[in-house]
């Protein structure tokens, strides 16, 4: 595979409970899983079936019940608050609806994460190497409202870029774009994973989306339902082969 750099994680009994009205929900109940550095791995499953719970958990914006997470050496479950706060800065994060703030220039998004941390100068010959990268050169000084959904999304993606995350978190990243502009936005994210050598864990009902990561880890209620390793001596560029094993 590509020489890593990216967060290995090691998740142990872990599990998350919700009170709603009288009987607790399991949101995440009793998974185990490790994800090697450097790989892709996408979350199905259906509504309800624990995903963004999972990645909340992983990105440590959720605490955990039961269990134990670990991003290389790091536990993050037992953390304490500083340390949290500095694990979740290490982490990006890519959401269905972009999150921009409609106020802010393209490039004013892309630096407002890490501003408080040094001055806006400092950031922005980074923040445009970014936008180069994802192909939005020309449109720093755009509104977002400026852009379609597919430049927003690169938008957000040049933004989690900035704390030069070696894991990032994708929750939807393609739900609210066509087919062709969400599998650019996926073709980006494989780029930038090698890239950047990081490890990504993106949650899709998008089956062919889901079809293009290493893994595919399907969620019911809460428990891994299936785990299926994508690149077994396969072509990794070979979707069409991947569907058809999916019966998608
Ligand atoms: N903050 C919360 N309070 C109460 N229940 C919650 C909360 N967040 C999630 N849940 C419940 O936990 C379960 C898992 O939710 P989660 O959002 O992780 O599912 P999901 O697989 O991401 O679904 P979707 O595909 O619709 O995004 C659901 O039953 C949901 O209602
Ligand atoms: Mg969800």
Do not use: C, W
């Not at 050169?137 to 704390?163: K, N």
């Amino acid at each position: 595979m590509h020489t890593v750099n990216g967060a290995a994680i090691n998740i142990s009994g872990l599990v998350k409970h919700f009170r709603t009205g009288t009987a607790p929900l399991k949101a995440v109940d009793n998974v185990t899983l490790e994800i090697a550095a450097g790989s892709m791995v996408a979350l199905t499953g259906p509504s309800g079936s624990g995903k963004s719970t999972l990645l909340h958990l992983i990105g440590a914006i959720e605490q955990a019940d039961a269990g134990t997470i670990r991003i290389d050496d790091l536990k993050i479950t037992t953390l304490r608050r500083a340390a949290l706060a500095a694990y979740r800065r290490q982490v990006g994060f890519v959401f269905q609806r972009f999150h921009l703030l409609p106020a802010l220039t393209v490039l004013d998004n892309v630096i407002a994460p890490v501003l408080p941390y040094r001055t806006r100068n400092d950031h922005s010959t980074r923040a445009r190497e970014l936008l180069a990268e994802v192909g939005l050169t020309g449109r720093e000084r755009a509104l977002p409202a400026q852009l379609s959904g597919g430049q927003q999304q690169r938008v957000a993606i040049a933004r989690a870029l900035m704390a030069k995350p070696r894991l990032l978190l994708a929750d939807e990243p393609t739900g609210n774009l066509d087919s062709t502009t969400g599998n650019q936005i996926l073709d980006l994210l494989l780029r930038l994973r090698d890239e950047h050598q990081m490890t990504i864990i993106l949650a899709t009902h998008d089956q062919r989306i889901a079809a293009r990561s290493d893994r595919l880890i399907r969620l019911t209620d809460g428990r891994i339902a299936d785990d299926l390793d994508l690149t077994d001596g396969e072509d990794p560029t070979d979707t069409l082969s991947r569907a058809t094993r999916l019966r998608l």
